[in-house]
């Protein structure tokens, strides 16, 4: 997913990353879930995956530093 370079800070001043997007799981249990049995190539936790995770609402595997147009801040509804 490409980089959107003209929204990247949200309203409140903070950057428009997945990391802080409502769309954004990197849960050990929601990783699994979207991608069943990753966990048996290593360690949930290992430092490979890092802050990775998914984006539900694009069904991607992504950094926890990308971002897109569909950014929805976490925590609101």
């Given at each position: 997913m490409a980089r959107?370079?003209?929204?990247?800070k949200a309203p409140d001043g903070r950057s428009r990353v997945c990391a802080r997007c409502r769309y954004f799981r990197n849960d050990v249990a929601s990783l699994e879930q979207a991608m069943p049995g990753i966990y048996s190539l290593s360690s949930p936790r290992g430092s490979t995956r890092g802050d990775d995770g998914i984006c539900v609402r694009h069904d991607r595997y992504l950094s926890a530093h990308a971002t897109c147009q569909a950014f929805a801040p976490a925590g609101e509804a």
């Open positions: 959107d370079k003209t929204t990247t």
